[in-house]
């Protein structure tokens, strides 16, 4: 298949289609970037073959951050599974709980109120701005330029308190659960929250002038780590790479769940498909967050119920049967398949996480013939939250 | 020329006076990058308490007789840069050893603090800080070259190769710097001092993101500290140079104090809103942007 | 979904189908129809993103399922299909050549179920672990409570009473 | 044990052949040894006061607990007004946070890190999971008690700790360190045989050298 | 690249003469957020100890530990949560399934130590400076992980019911069943509160499970009236049960009952077990209800012989003679005594010791002897005109209805007392009445208010649907005759207080209060005693007595080895008390028996 890297130049393949790499010969060094390294994003590491300054070949090891997640939900009660699982991504964890609990949902049979569905998307959204903060902050700061990270990261931190105030907690909110969200709107949230999306706008503002109008990011970044848009299906890409690629790839559109069909709002699309195509992607992405926030707070039915009525939670039995349930998280699909065998226990999860091609099967693919400088910020152009490839 | 012993407490006054300044300075340029991303950085006095934390680390290793040496050598680059160039214009106590030729001298004193660096990181066995050194030398060079060409026009403006003499020179008003009567040469020479000021966009050789801080990867305790040192002396160092080639010197200590802070912050009001080029985009930038402008001020006096 | 199994009927040999949602529909499907299927799919039908691949272990029943998750975007559907291998001694076709992306899932099967695909590049690599010297964990008959027991220490002092004795113990002691 | 870990002769450029085992440093032949402080009472309280107030983290997110490293560290909390800073390298850092769980694959690394760190080191525990395992604490690929491995100083409740918890925790630490208690690295290698022991116990690949700094 | 592309940057230099943005005193000024998940709170009065936290804890950071200043009661365990935050994750799951709402969390979130073992404590009990916090998550109003509400029991309509003595309750179906039980958080709390200590979380879980066998097995282990018990238990239980604080606590009575509906009444002996090869030894009991027979059915499986003797015509004892019918019907108690018999216990009915077969012979034969003769005889008010022929007592009444004898219901009948006996005699002479006269006039007059009141609240429901009038806190204090001696009425007092001050039964009146409750016919059911002429009066002579009941120890041994005494008799009025003494006296008859053997 053509899918492989252009190995032109160096190194020479063997016979056998290996690559040649003697590393006694000096000219080529073995490079490790990560685990404990500020370039790498998140605790994994990337094995580096390096000649000279350019990387002839890349490995991505993972497991570092692997707790067993899958396995330990086989052995804790539904309602137990539902703490644990926003632990298998930091950044944005809301994905975990919203397709965990609308997956049990669906095998229990059971429908979460309208209310408790509008307020799931309104913190999957300020999730994925947060995400996305994250994301232009850790850019920028690969490339060298901290002063964003800065800026991002303190809209970020307004975002959280009002993370907090909804949810009760700062990064591990733990609100959605199977059968609807813990709780309401606090008094003057919207106030409130209109404040932190003004703030988090200007932030935006001053960030595209000094990072996406920038001639040196400029020159870093475009034409780097170009994905060739042929290369979006067999490597499973999604979201915002597979955007700025071209590929109008969305689940919020193309398979529509929550209340998004109630929303109006357009997939963003890019052209390039370079580190700075898909940048701009996810800050546009970002904006568009923010006006989607908006619009679920005054879209929002003003009263209902949150939950609906649970089993005993602590002998809630789900009857055989498995299912798939999607959403578009700031890195791409994210994803729960769920296997229930009639007990008390989930049979089987698996958590597909954006990031477990593109860190993996896609880095590896693109990390060839790049310069080394361009390795931090190819990965973190990918946005890859490792615990999510591992779990 | 007779040598005066008087002259050797003086300089290591200068010397004192420096490291404290520059302490200071680098702190309050923290602070001043802190500020920008909107927070309040570092307490002002932060480098003495880190400096001393350094000396107080109890276990310290080395990888070899030049891991050792490459810190010393940087320090007495640095020193020997500030010793050998008159700090204070008129002052017979803080001219230090300047003497006829001393611009030669300080040209060498440039590289001799990195070359040692470079031997002694080299040493130290870790595969960034060797990455870190080739990019440096490298990067150094395509950097260093616009500020040659630069001085070279100046010593043919000022037909001497005396710094005391080139700002003599330049006294008597603004308009006498060689700022404004050698344009070309100070442009090239401050592009050039962009790129030894180890900031964004020509930090490439120390990028924590790509090769943990590079050369010093492997640098721990009293050899830290005197790399620290080093780094608050040898900024100011350069910048006495500049300041004595292209903006007129300093008769006095507070004028002194206010023209190294501003030129430092050429380089700051750059770096902060830049990231930084590839090793080898520096050096094309260089090469494209700097060499020129030098050449043309060689050519034009 | 129901005419697409219908089609399908007619050129492969299909197990149960089991329609989850209106979008979303399970395919049992034999070991060597698979690699067919998988073609048909994507080439024909539109199916060209794999969602995921992963397996589930049915002890009990001494088999593992593997499930082949695949997404048409265009017309906003999705088919699993399940592969039944029996427990002992599993090993599959791999799929990498169909998606590049398969490998990765293929090395994580291997490594925590103990599922073989030869051929799969670098499948006998470890992915997540790191010197796992039990067997795979995954699989079902694997207690994690056990060995996280065996293996690591906990704080020791954390004793607890079961409401019903302790209460029994202190409201009729005379009671055995 | 993988390829390039082995024992081999290797032919330089220039024609000279010789042994190299990875599994060795060159530079460490013995294990850690215990570093006394400073003979003059007074300059170790001097030296105390500098460490406490010059905290360079090794920047090393070994779990989620990380994340609240950057808003630490950003405009919001700004922790370099404590004297806090990170560093990329463990040969300049100061203390180790342990930023939750580890897995046994990150706990070969953490300690390469940690003891490549220069005496006096320290190291934070943060959250749960460093205490008793949290709520990893049946999983089979993480570590239950981190004193079990690494000497440590302080630990932090939460899950995971919030920024004004670490910052409590810093001023905590830096009461322990003026105090002349924060002896871990000391304490590190007066017990090496059983942390070692203990180590190797959890890593069934030790393909480490015994002792590195 | 344009030269915007390097102008612009610059901008950023904007931020140079703005105020930084950082919180400049972090560890004071940002308090968590009003529903911050934070440290937890404990209120300990509050906390009942039923150790549900525990439960849905998915990290095992819980412990029940014993606390000193909580004592161990009926409803509390006594024990109290620890945390260890060595595990906790702060998902407030604890707080969410807390039974009582006593758990709660704090908005303070900075603990640093260096030990770690400091990290585990109790909230509550160990002080901390948050146990005040204000502020923190609570459970959102509405907010429950378990249903509150019980599932309805169906019953027959009161106009339906009223005109017969056919059973009220229809008993659950098995998916209402399936549902009540899920409500079962299975903390036990229940257990020992209990009597007879029935494994109620087991037996409910195996209703979960659908095993209704193992719930049978389960059941007649500890109870072998549990048809009986399944319609009639005083259930104890259900007070003690922790999803009252919030709800409505299990209906746990009617589980049990649900459990034997569902097995076939073939499948119990099966399901009970064959008993223990025969040891020889033979034990006498003297009455055949709740008590006597439990001891019997505990002896007859441990392989003694068992004789009972019964003074009536049918063995059952009071749940037969005492409850009536619709509440009973008597072939659910024929099965349990059937099931019983069937293990080889012998029943002599219409055998009344003293008569046909005296103590004395009982001694000879017999290695052992329990007496279990229950409360028969009914109390009086003695107030002036009790002893006119229209004034009965409710247990013979009903012991009349039980042995089918002809009773002709007054047109208006007036009930003294607030007891389920009271409620008993009331329904059952309203049934009369409808039957005979098409209507039902009939007044309850209790001493108690309905704020303290004796009968269960679903009896003075029932009594009210079924037109039945009860009149609270009326004290009795006359038969009201005409000038031909005939009964006319009832006058009563209003009742000011009922106890004095050291707790003594010493009733005060508002005398000003007085009404006249007309009827034709008095009904005392204000309680009853021990028939106790049985006993020869050597025999009495030589046992101690306690306030003119027998004196017995705690297994139920009188101060004869030879004699024991079980059931209502020692212990008042209740079945499911009479069961669990029957067991205890059964374990004391059987190791006294092993004793003698050796």
Same mark, same amino acid.
């Given at each position: 298949?053509?899918?492989?890297?252009?190995?032109?130049?160096?190194?020479?393949?063997?016979?056998?289609?290996?690559?040649?790499?003697?590393?006694?010969?000096?000219?080529?060094?073995?490079?490790?970037?990560?685990?404990?390294?500020?370039?790498?994003?998140?605790?994994?590491?990337?094995?580096?073959?390096?000649?000279?300054?350019?990387?002839?070949?890349?490995?991505?090891?993972?497991?570092?951050?692997?707790?067993?997640?899958?396995?330990?939900?086989?052995?804790?009660?539904?309602?137990?599974?539902?703490?644990?699982?926003?632990?298998?991504?930091?950044?944005?964890?809301?994905?975990?709980?919203?397709?965990?609990?609308?997956?049990?949902?669906?095998?229990?049979?059971?429908?979460?109120?309208?209310?408790?569905?509008?307020?799931?998307?309104?913190?999957?959204?300020?999730?994925?701005?947060?995400?996305?903060?994250?994301?232009?902050?850790?850019?920028?700061?690969?490339?060298?330029?901290?002063?964003?990270?800065?800026?991002?990261?303190?809209?970020?931190?307004?975002?959280?308190?009002?993370?907090?105030?909804?949810?009760?907690?700062?990064?591990?909110?733990?609100?959605?659960?199977?059968?609807?969200?813990?709780?309401?709107?606090?008094?003057?949230?919207?106030?409130?929250?209109?404040?932190?999306?003004?703030?988090?706008?200007?932030?935006?503002?001053?960030?595209?002038?000094?990072?996406?109008?920038?001639?040196?990011?400029?020159?870093?970044?475009?034409?780097?780590?170009?994905?060739?848009?042929?290369?979006?299906?067999?490597?499973?890409?999604?979201?915002?790479?597979?955007?700025?690629?071209?590929?109008?790839?969305?689940?919020?559109?193309?398979?529509?769940?929550?209340?998004?069909?109630?929303?109006?709002?357009?997939?963003?699309?890019?052209?390039?498909?370079?580190?700075?195509?898909?940048?701009?992607?996810?800050?546009?992405?970002?904006?568009?967050?923010?006006?989607?926030?908006?619009?679920?707070?005054?879209?929002?039915?003003?009263?209902?119920?949150?939950?609906?009525?649970?089993?005993?939670?602590?002998?809630?039995?789900?009857?055989?049967?498995?299912?798939?349930?999607?959403?578009?998280?700031?890195?791409?699909?994210?994803?729960?398949?769920?296997?229930?065998?009639?007990?008390?226990?989930?049979?089987?999860?698996?958590?597909?996480?954006?990031?477990?091609?593109?860190?993996?099967?896609?880095?590896?693919?693109?990390?060839?013939?790049?310069?080394?400088?361009?390795?931090?910020?190819?990965?973190?152009?990918?946005?890859?939250?490792?615990?999510?490839?591992?779990? | 020329?007779?040598?005066?012993?008087?002259?050797?407490?003086?300089?290591?006054?200068?010397?004192?006076?420096?490291?404290?300044?520059?302490?200071?300075?680098?702190?309050?340029?923290?602070?001043?990058?802190?500020?920008?991303?909107?927070?309040?950085?570092?307490?002002?006095?932060?480098?003495?308490?880190?400096?001393?934390?350094?000396?107080?680390?109890?276990?310290?290793?080395?990888?070899?007789?030049?891991?050792?040496?490459?810190?010393?050598?940087?320090?007495?680059?640095?020193?020997?840069?500030?010793?050998?160039?008159?700090?204070?214009?008129?002052?017979?106590?803080?001219?230090?050893?300047?003497?006829?030729?001393?611009?030669?001298?300080?040209?060498?004193?440039?590289?001799?603090?990195?070359?040692?660096?470079?031997?002694?990181?080299?040493?130290?066995?870790? @595969?960034? *800080?060797? #990455?870190?050194?080739?990019?440096? /030398?490298?990067?150094?060079? +395509? $950097?260093?070259? %616009?500020?040659?060409?630069?001085?070279?026009?100046?010593?043919?403006?000022?037909?001497?190769?005396?710094?005391?003499?080139?700002?003599?020179?330049?006294?008597?008003?603004?308009?006498?710097?060689?700022?404004?009567?050698?344009?070309?040469?100070?442009?090239?020479?401050?592009?050039?001092?962009?790129?030894?000021?180890?900031?964004?966009?020509?930090?490439?050789?120390?990028?924590?993101?790509?090769?943990?801080?590079?050369?010093?990867?492997?640098?721990?305790?009293?050899?830290?500290?005197?790399?620290?040192?080093?780094?608050?002396?040898? @900024?100011? *160092?350069? #910048?006495?140079?500049?300041?004595? /080639?292209?903006?007129?010197? +300093? $008769?006095?200590? %507070?004028?002194?104090?206010?023209?190294?802070?501003?030129?430092?912050?050429?380089?700051?009001?750059?770096?902060?809103?830049?990231?930084?080029?590839?090793?080898?985009?520096?050096?094309?930038?260089?090469?494209?942007?700097?060499?020129?402008?030098?050449?043309?001020?060689?050519?034009?006096? | 979904?129901?005419?697409?199994?219908?089609?399908?009927?007619?050129?492969?040999?299909?197990?149960?189908?089991?329609?989850?949602?209106?979008?979303?529909?399970?395919?049992?499907?034999?070991?060597?129809?698979?690699?067919?299927?998988?073609?048909?799919?994507?080439?024909?039908?539109?199916?060209?993103?794999?969602?995921?691949?992963?397996?589930?272990?049915?002890?009990?029943?001494?088999?593992?399922?593997?499930?082949?998750?695949?997404?048409?975007?265009?017309?906003?559907?999705?088919?699993?299909?399940?592969?039944?291998?029996?427990?002992?001694?599993?090993?599959?076709?791999?799929?990498?050549?169909?998606?590049?992306?398969?490998?990765?899932?293929?090395?994580?099967?291997?490594?925590?179920?103990?599922?073989?695909?030869?051929?799969?590049?670098?499948?006998?690599?470890?992915?997540?672990?790191?010197?796992?010297?039990?067997?795979?964990?995954?699989?079902?008959?694997?207690?994690?409570?056990?060995?996280?027991?065996?293996?690591?220490?906990?704080?020791?002092?954390?004793?607890?009473?079961?409401?019903?004795?302790?209460?029994?113990?202190?409201?009729?002691?005379?009671?055995? | 044990?993988?390829?390039?870990?082995?024992?081999?002769?290797?032919?330089?450029?220039?024609?000279?052949?010789?042994?190299?085992?990875?599994?060795?440093?060159?530079?460490?032949?013995?294990?850690?040894?215990?570093?006394?402080?400073?003979?003059?009472?007074?300059?170790?309280?001097?030296?105390?006061?500098?460490?406490?107030?010059?905290?360079?983290?090794?920047?090393?997110?070994?779990?989620?607990?990380?994340?609240?490293?950057?808003?630490?560290?950003?405009?919001?909390?700004?922790?370099?007004?404590?004297?806090?800073?990170?560093?990329?390298?463990?040969?300049?850092?100061?203390?180790?946070?342990?930023?939750?769980?580890?897995?046994?694959?990150?706990?070969?690394?953490?300690?390469?890190?940690?003891?490549?760190?220069?005496?006096?080191?320290?190291?934070?525990?943060?959250?749960?999971?460093?205490?008793?395992?949290?709520?990893?604490?049946?999983?089979?690929?993480?570590?239950?008690?981190?004193?079990?491995?690494?000497?440590?100083?302080?630990?932090?409740?939460?899950?995971?700790?919030?920024?004004?918890?670490?910052?409590?925790?810093?001023?905590?630490?830096?009461?322990?360190?003026?105090?002349?208690?924060?002896?871990?690295?000391?304490?590190?290698?007066?017990?090496?045989?059983?942390?070692?022991?203990?180590?190797?116990?959890?890593?069934?690949?030790?393909?480490?050298?015994?002792?590195?700094? | 690249?344009?030269?915007?592309?390097?102008?612009?940057?610059?901008?950023?230099?904007?931020?140079?003469?703005?105020?930084?943005?950082?919180?400049?005193?972090?560890?004071?000024?940002?308090?968590?957020?009003?529903?911050?998940?934070?440290?937890?709170?404990?209120?300990?009065?509050?906390?009942?100890?039923?150790?549900?936290?525990?439960?849905?804890?998915?990290?095992?950071?819980?412990?029940?530990?014993?606390?000193?200043?909580?004592?161990?009661?009926?409803?509390?365990?006594?024990?109290?949560?620890?945390?260890?935050?060595?595990?906790?994750?702060?998902?407030?799951?604890?707080?969410?399934?807390?039974?009582?709402?006593?758990?709660?969390?704090?908005?303070?979130?900075?603990?640093?130590?260096?030990?770690?073992?400091?990290?585990?404590?109790?909230?509550?009990?160990?002080?901390?400076?948050?146990?005040?916090?204000?502020?923190?998550?609570?459970?959102?109003?509405?907010?429950?992980?378990?249903?509150?509400?019980?599932?309805?029991?169906?019953?027959?309509?009161?106009?339906?019911?009223?005109?017969?003595?056919?059973?009220?309750?229809?008993?659950?179906?098995?998916?209402?069943?399936?549902?009540?039980?899920?409500?079962?958080?299975?903390?036990?709390?229940?257990?020992?509160?209990?009597?007879?200590?029935?494994?109620?979380?087991?037996?409910?879980?195996?209703?979960?499970?659908?095993?209704?066998?193992?719930?049978?097995?389960?059941?007649?282990?500890?109870?072998?009236?549990?048809?009986?018990?399944?319609?009639?238990?005083?259930?104890?239980?259900?007070?003690?049960?922790?999803?009252?604080?919030?709800?409505?606590?299990?209906?746990?009575?009617?589980?049990?009952?649900?459990?034997?509906?569902?097995?076939?009444?073939?499948?119990?002996?099966?399901?009970?077990?064959?008993?223990?090869?025969?040891?020889?030894?033979?034990?006498?009991?003297?009455?055949?209800?709740?008590?006597?027979?439990?001891?019997?059915?505990?002896?007859?499986?441990?392989?003694?012989?068992?004789?009972?003797?019964?003074?009536?015509?049918?063995?059952?004892?009071?749940?037969?003679?005492?409850?009536?019918?619709?509440?009973?019907?008597?072939?659910?108690?024929?099965?349990?005594?059937?099931?019983?018999?069937?293990?080889?216990?012998?029943?002599?009915?219409?055998?009344?010791?003293?008569?046909?077969?005296?103590?004395?012979?009982?001694?000879?034969?017999?290695?052992?002897?329990?007496?279990?003769?229950?409360?028969?005889?009914?109390?009086?008010?003695?107030?002036?005109?009790?002893?006119?022929?229209?004034?009965?007592?409710?247990?013979?009444?009903?012991?009349?209805?039980?042995?089918?004898?002809?009773?002709?219901?007054?047109?208006?009948?007036?009930?003294?007392?607030?007891?389920?006996?009271?409620?008993?005699?009331?329904?059952?002479?309203?049934?009369?009445?409808?039957?005979?006269?098409?209507?039902?006039?009939?007044?309850?007059?209790?001493?108690?208010?309905?704020?303290?009141?004796?009968?269960?609240?679903?009896?003075?429901?029932?009594?009210?649907?079924?037109?039945?009038?009860?009149?609270?806190?009326?004290?009795?204090?006359?038969?009201?005759?005409?000038?031909?001696?005939?009964?006319?009425?009832?006058?009563?007092?209003?009742?000011?207080?009922?106890?004095?001050?050291?707790?003594?039964?010493?009733?005060?009146?508002?005398?000003?209060?007085?009404?006249?409750?007309?009827?034709?016919?008095?009904?005392?059911?204000?309680?009853?005693?021990?028939?106790?002429?049985?006993?020869?009066?050597?025999?009495?002579?030589?046992?101690?007595?306690?306030?003119?009941?027998?004196?017995?120890?705690?297994?139920?041994?009188?101060?004869?080895?030879?004699?024991?005494?079980?059931?209502?008799?020692?212990?008042?009025?209740?079945?499911?008390?009479?069961?669990?003494?029957?067991?205890?006296?059964?374990?004391?008859?059987?190791?006294?028996?092993?004793?003698?053997?050796?």
């Amino acid at each position: 298949m053509g899918y492989q890297p252009d190995r032109s130049q160096y190194p020479q393949q063997r016979e056998d289609g290996s690559l040649d790499i003697d590393l006694t010969s000096g000219k080529y060094l073995k490079l490790w970037q990560g685990p404990q390294h500020p370039g790498i994003t998140g605790n994994m590491s990337v094995e580096l073959t390096v000649c000279g300054d350019e990387v002839v070949e890349g490995k991505t090891h993972v497991g570092y951050l692997h707790r067993g997640f899958e396995k330990l939900m086989e052995r804790r009660s539904f309602i137990q599974c539902f703490p644990i699982v926003c632990r298998i991504c930091v950044p944005e964890p809301d994905f975990n709980e919203y397709c965990y609990a609308a997956a049990v949902e669906e095998l229990a049979g059971i429908q979460s109120p309208e209310r408790a569905d509008w307020i799931r998307t309104l913190i999957l959204e300020m999730g994925r701005i947060n995400s996305y903060l994250m994301y232009l902050g850790g850019q920028a700061g690969s490339l060298g330029q901290g002063v964003i990270g800065q800026w991002t990261t303190y809209v970020r931190d307004l975002m959280l308190d009002r993370f907090e105030e909804l949810t009760g907690a700062r990064i591990y909110h733990m609100f959605i659960l199977p059968g609807g969200v813990r709780g309401d709107l606090p008094d003057g949230f919207n106030k409130r929250m209109e404040e932190t999306l003004c703030e988090i706008e200007n932030v935006l503002k001053d960030v595209y002038e000094t990072m996406f109008c920038n001639a040196v990011f400029k020159k870093r970044t475009v034409g780097l780590g170009y994905i060739d848009p042929e290369l979006i299906e067999p490597y499973g890409v999604t979201g915002p790479t597979a955007r700025a690629a071209g590929v109008a790839k969305d689940v919020r559109k193309d398979q529509p769940y929550l209340v998004y069909p109630e929303l109006e709002f357009e997939p963003v699309v890019g052209t390039d498909s370079d580190v700075y195509a898909r940048a701009d992607v996810r800050r546009r992405d970002l904006l568009m967050s923010v006006d989607l926030v908006r619009q679920i707070l005054s879209k929002m039915p003003n009263d209902g119920k949150l939950m609906t009525k649970l089993p005993n939670v602590l002998h809630w039995k789900i009857p055989r049967g498995e299912t798939y349930i999607r959403g578009e998280c700031s890195r791409g699909e994210y994803g729960y398949y769920l296997v229930t065998d009639g007990s008390g226990f989930p049979r089987r999860v698996n958590v597909r996480g954006p990031s477990y091609t593109h860190a993996v099967a896609l880095l590896e693919r693109l990390i060839v013939n790049i310069n080394i400088s361009d390795v931090a910020g190819l990965m973190v152009s990918l946005h890859t939250y490792p615990p999510e490839i591992e779990r | 020329m007779e040598f005066e012993w008087i002259k050797i407490p003086y300089s290591l006054l200068t010397l004192f006076i420096v490291i404290n300044f520059g302490l200071l300075l680098t702190a309050l340029i923290q602070k001043i990058g802190a500020r920008v991303g909107r927070r309040h950085g570092i307490p002002i006095y932060q480098n003495y308490i880190d400096l001393i934390k350094n000396y107080a680390i109890r276990s310290s290793i080395t990888h070899g007789f030049m891991f050792y040496l490459g810190p010393v050598f940087r320090l007495s680059g640095g020193v020997g840069l500030l010793l050998f160039v008159p700090t204070i214009y008129g002052s017979e106590m803080f001219s230090n050893l300047s003497f006829a030729g001393d611009l030669i001298l300080a040209l060498y004193f440039v590289f001799f603090g990195a070359l040692g660096m470079a031997l002694g990181a080299g040493e130290s066995g870790h @595969p960034h *800080a060797a #990455i870190g050194v080739s990019r440096g /030398l490298s990067q150094m060079t +395509a $950097a260093e070259l %616009p500020f040659a060409l630069a001085v070279f026009s100046v010593a043919l403006q000022y037909q001497t190769l005396s710094v005391t003499d080139i700002v003599a020179a330049q006294q008597g008003g603004v308009l006498n710097w060689t700022l404004f009567t050698n344009p070309f040469a100070v442009t090239a020479a401050m592009f050039s001092f962009l790129g030894s000021m180890m900031r964004p966009p020509f930090d490439v050789v120390l990028a924590p993101q790509e090769i943990p801080i590079g050369p010093p990867t492997e640098y721990h305790s009293s050899y830290l500290a005197l790399m620290q040192t080093n780094r608050v002396i040898f @900024p100011v *160092a350069k #910048i006495v140079i500049y300041m004595n /080639l292209f903006f007129g010197g +300093a $008769a006095s200590w %507070p004028v002194f104090f206010l023209k190294v802070f501003l030129i430092y912050m050429v380089s700051v009001f750059v770096g902060v809103a830049f990231p930084r080029f590839r090793v080898e985009q520096s050096i094309r930038w260089f090469l494209i942007w700097a060499m020129p402008l030098g050449i043309l001020a060689i050519v034009l006096v | 979904m129901q005419t697409l199994y219908t089609k399908l009927k007619q050129l492969f040999k299909l197990g149960e189908l089991t329609e989850q949602r209106q979008d979303l529909a399970f395919i049992t499907v034999a070991q060597e129809q698979l690699r067919p299927l998988l073609l048909h799919l994507r080439d024909r039908e539109g199916f060209t993103h794999l969602v995921l691949l992963t397996a589930v272990d049915w002890m009990e029943e001494g088999q593992f399922q593997l499930t082949y998750l695949l997404n048409d975007r265009a017309g906003a559907r999705d088919i699993g299909l399940r592969v039944m291998l029996p427990r002992d001694s599993a090993t599959m076709d791999s799929i990498h050549d169909i998606w590049p992306t398969a490998a990765t899932y293929q090395r994580e099967l291997r490594e925590m179920f103990g599922i073989g695909f030869p051929d799969s590049p670098g499948v006998n690599d470890e992915f997540i672990l790191e010197g796992w010297n039990d067997i795979p964990p995954y699989r079902r008959d694997f207690d994690t409570l056990k060995y996280s027991e065996e293996n690591y220490s906990h704080r020791p002092d954390r004793e607890t009473t079961d409401p019903a004795q302790h209460m029994k113990q202190q409201l009729y002691p005379d009671e055995g | 044990m993988k390829e390039e870990l082995k024992k081999r002769v290797i032919k330089g450029p220039d024609g000279f052949e010789f042994e190299v085992d990875p599994l060795q440093d060159y530079y460490c032949e013995a294990p850690p040894t215990v570093q006394p402080a400073a003979y003059q009472k007074i300059v170790e309280k001097i030296f105390n006061w500098a460490r406490s107030e010059s905290i360079w983290i090794l920047g090393f997110g070994t779990g989620c607990g990380a994340i609240e490293m950057r808003p630490l560290m950003t405009p919001r909390f700004d922790a370099y007004r404590f004297g806090v800073q990170w560093r990329p390298t463990p040969r300049q850092a100061n203390l180790f946070i342990i930023s939750g769980y580890l897995s046994t694959k990150t706990l070969k690394r953490a300690i390469r890190s940690y003891e490549q760190m220069q005496n006096p080191k320290y190291v934070i525990g943060l959250g749960s999971c460093t205490i008793n395992g949290g709520m990893y604490w049946d999983s089979y690929n993480t570590i239950k008690r981190l004193d079990d491995y690494l000497p440590v100083d302080l630990y932090i409740a939460g899950c995971m700790p919030r920024p004004e918890a670490l910052l409590a925790g810093f001023e905590e630490m830096k009461k322990i360190i003026r105090a002349g208690k924060a002896e871990g690295g000391n304490l590190y290698a007066e017990n090496f045989d059983w942390y070692k022991a203990n180590q190797k116990k959890v890593i069934h690949d030790w393909d480490m050298p015994e002792h590195s700094w | 690249m344009s030269i915007r592309d390097v102008l612009s940057p610059f901008t950023a230099w904007k931020y140079l003469f703005r105020d930084p943005v950082t919180i400049t005193d972090p560890l004071n000024e940002r308090p968590g957020a009003a529903r911050y998940r934070g440290f937890h709170q404990n209120d300990v009065q509050a906390c009942i100890g039923c150790g549900t936290c525990e439960t849905i804890c998915q990290n095992a950071a819980i412990d029940m530990v014993p606390v000193e200043e909580i004592l161990t009661e009926s409803g509390d365990s006594g024990l109290r949560p620890r945390i260890d935050y060595g595990r906790c994750c702060w998902c407030a799951l604890c707080v969410d399934i807390c039974m009582t709402g006593s758990l709660t969390m704090s908005n303070e979130y900075k603990w640093v130590e260096s030990d770690p073992d400091a990290f585990r404590f109790i909230p509550g009990v160990d002080k901390k400076h948050w146990d005040d916090a204000e502020l923190g998550y609570r459970r959102p109003e509405g907010h429950r992980l378990t249903p509150a509400r019980r599932v309805e029991m169906h019953e027959l309509e009161p106009e339906t019911r009223i005109g017969s003595f056919a059973e009220i309750v229809d008993g659950y179906s098995v998916a209402d069943g399936l549902l009540e039980a899920e409500r079962c958080v299975a903390c036990g709390l229940c257990v020992a509160t209990c009597p007879t200590h029935m494994s109620i979380p087991d037996y409910i879980a195996a209703v979960r499970d659908g095993d209704y066998e193992r719930g049978l097995a389960l059941l007649y282990e500890t109870n072998p009236f549990s048809e009986v018990c399944g319609r009639v238990c005083t259930h104890k239980c259900e007070t003690a049960c922790a999803v009252q604080h919030e709800g409505e606590p299990v209906a746990i009575r009617w589980l049990k009952r649900h459990i034997t509906d569902q097995v076939p009444y073939e499948r119990y002996r099966e399901i009970v077990g064959d008993p223990a090869p025969a040891t020889g030894k033979r034990v006498a009991i003297i009455g055949a209800g709740p008590a006597g027979l439990t001891t019997a059915y505990d002896l007859a499986r441990k392989g003694h012989e068992v004789v009972v003797h019964e003074e009536r015509e049918n063995p059952g004892g009071m749940p037969r003679y005492g409850i009536p019918e619709y509440r009973l019907p008597y072939d659910m108690i024929d099965r349990d005594v059937d099931l019983i018999r069937s293990l080889g216990v012998k029943i002599h009915c219409n055998s009344r010791v003293g008569t046909d077969v005296t103590m004395d012979q009982l001694q000879q034969e017999y290695d052992a002897v329990l007496l279990s003769i229950g409360l028969h005889l009914g109390r009086s008010t003695r107030i002036p005109g009790s002893e006119h022929q229209q004034v009965t007592k409710a247990v013979d009444l009903l012991r009349a209805i039980t042995d089918g004898e002809e009773i002709e219901a007054p047109r208006q009948v007036v009930v003294i007392g607030g007891g389920n006996v009271a409620m008993d005699i009331a329904r059952s002479m309203a049934r009369l009445q409808k039957q005979q006269h098409g209507e039902v006039n009939l007044t309850v007059t209790a001493l108690e208010d309905f704020a303290h009141f004796l009968a269960d609240p679903e009896e003075v429901k029932e009594c009210g649907e079924e037109g039945i009038e009860i009149l609270d806190a009326r004290g009795p204090q006359g038969i009201m005759l005409d000038e031909n001696e005939n009964l006319i009425g009832l006058k009563t007092w209003h009742v000011v207080s009922i106890f004095d001050e050291q707790g003594r039964f010493a009733p005060s009146y508002d005398e000003s209060d007085e009404q006249i409750h007309q009827g034709d016919m008095v009904i005392e059911a204000i309680g009853q005693m021990t028939d106790v002429s049985l006993l020869s009066e050597e025999l009495t002579e030589k046992l101690e007595w306690n306030r003119g009941r027998l004196a017995v120890d705690v297994d139920g041994r009188t101060s004869e080895s030879w004699l024991w005494a079980a059931g209502d008799c020692v212990k008042g009025p209740d079945v499911v008390h009479a069961v669990a003494d029957g067991h205890r006296a059964a374990n004391s008859i059987d190791s006294y028996l092993k004793e003698k053997t050796v």
